[in-house]
C-alpha cells in the first residue's frame, strides 16, 4: 500500500488530510520563547490573530527527521510498504533535507527491509506542494502505481503555478522574502506585489493597485497559462481574510469557464509567519 506524506507547510485541510490518510510532520514556530507544533499546538486563527501584537516575529524550524520516521513506522505496522514524501521546496526550508535523512536513517536501522521510499522538493512552498499532493492522492484513487506517482511528481512539479500577494511586506522583509528596496516601493505607491515561484525561492512578478487589480491579474494569468487537461483543482489559500479569497473564487468562476473544484484553504502558521496578514494566494498546473 502506498502513504503519502508531507510536512505540515502543504497546508492542506483536515478534512483532505484526514480523507486520504496523508502523514504531516509539523514545523516548530518559536513564538515569545515558547516552542509550538504547527497544527498541533497552535491554529492559524489563534496565531493570525496575535500576529499584530507579538513584539518580534516568530521563528519556524523544519520537522526533525525522527518526526518523519514516527510516521513510517506506525505506517509500516498498518500494513503500508511504499512511501511517497513531498516537502516544501528545498530552496526555502530544511524539510526535503529532514526527509531525506530519515529515508536514510529508516534504511540504516532496517537494512533487510522491503519497504521504499521517496522523497520529493516540491520547489513550491504552502499549497503548492500541497497541490501535488492532493493531486497525488486523486491519482492513486485512479490506480496510480508508486513508480507512476513518482514519474508525475518528478515531471510536474515545476508545473504547478503559484500567485501570492500580501497586505503588509513587513513579515516578507523581516524573513528576509523581499528586499527593503523593493518593500519600500511597496509602500510608497501602495501597491502590492504578486509573487511567484522560480527555481525553488519565491520572486516578484508584478505589482498592482489594490486587491481588484489583484484579482484582474489573477485571473487573466490563470486563462492565459492553465493546463486544463491537468488541472482539475485549483487551490487558493489566505492568510487572515476569507472574504477576498471567496471573492477570488467567484471572479473565477464567473469569468473562466472553470468546471473543476476551487478549494479555499487557509495558510498555516508556518508559513504565515513569512507571509504575514492579508495573504492571498492561487495554484494550479501550467501548460
Known amino acids: 500500500m502506498i502513504k503519502l506524506m508531507a510536512d505540515s507547510t502543504c497546508d492542506l485541510s483536515k478534512e483532505i488530510l484526514d480523507r486520504y490518510k496523508i502523514?504531516?510532520?509539523p514545523l516548530s514556530i518559536f513564538i515569545n520563547n515558547i516552542t509550538y507544533k504547527d497544527k498541533v499546538d497552535i491554529t492559524a486563527d489563534e496565531f493570525f490573530k496575535y500576529l499584530p501584537s507579538l513584539?518580534?516575529?516568530p521563528t519556524t524550524s523544519m520537522p526533525s527527521p525522527e518526526e518523519f520516521i514516527s510516521i513510517i513506522d506506525e505506517a509500516v505496522l498498518e500494513g503500508y510498504d511504499e512511501f511517497l514524501?513531498?516537502?516544501m521546496s528545498s530552496g526555502t526550508s530544511g524539510s526535503y533535507q529532514s526527509a531525506a535523512i530519515a529515508k536514510d536513517l529508516y534504511f540504516e536501522k532496517h537494512p533487510e527491509t522491503k519497504i521504499r521510499i521517496h522523497v520529493v522538493d516540491?520547489?513550491?512552498?504552502?499549497?503548492?506542494?500541497g497541490y501535488l499532493i492532493l493531486k497525488s492522492a486523486q491519482l492513486k484513487e485512479q490506480g496510480y502505481t508508486f513508480d507512476q506517482l513518482i514519474e508525475f511528481n518528478e515531471k510536474y512539479k515545476t508545473k504547478v503555478k503559484h500567485f501570492l500577494c500580501v497586505d503588509d511586506l513587513n513579515n516578507l522583509i523581516k524573513s528576509g522574502r523581499l528586499t527593503n528596496a523593493s518593500a519600500f516601493i511597496g509602500?510608497?505607491?501602495k501597491v502590492k506585489p504578486?509573487?511567484?515561484m522560480k527555481k525553488g525561492k519565491g520572486a516578484i512578478v508584478a505589482k498592482e493597485r489594490g486587491i481588484t487589480k489583484v484579482l484582474k491579474y489573477y485571473v487573466d494569468e490563470f486563462i492565459k497559462r492553465v493546463d486544463p487537461e491537468m488541472t482539475n483543482f485549483i487551490i487558493i489559500g489566505y492568510t487572515s481574510d476569507s472574504i477576498v479569497a471567496e471573492a477570488l473564487k467567484t471572479k473565477l468562476l464567473a469569468e473562466t469557464g472553470f468546471k473543476g473544484?476551487?478549494?479555499?484553504?487557509?495558510?498555516?502558521v508556518s508559513v504565515g509567519t513569512h507571509v504575514g496578514l492579508g495573504g492571498l494566494s492561487m495554484f494550479y498546473i501550467e501548460k
Request: charged share 10%.
Open 122 to 129: 516540491s520547489l513550491s512552498m504552502s499549497h503548492g506542494s
Open 261 to 268: 473544484e476551487i478549494y479555499i484553504m487557509q495558510m498555516g
Open 194 to 196: 504578486i509573487m511567484t
Open 55 to 57: 513584539p518580534e516575529l
Open 85 to 87: 514524501c513531498i516537502c
Open 187 to 189: 509602500k510608497l505607491l
Open 23 to 25: 502523514g504531516v510532520a
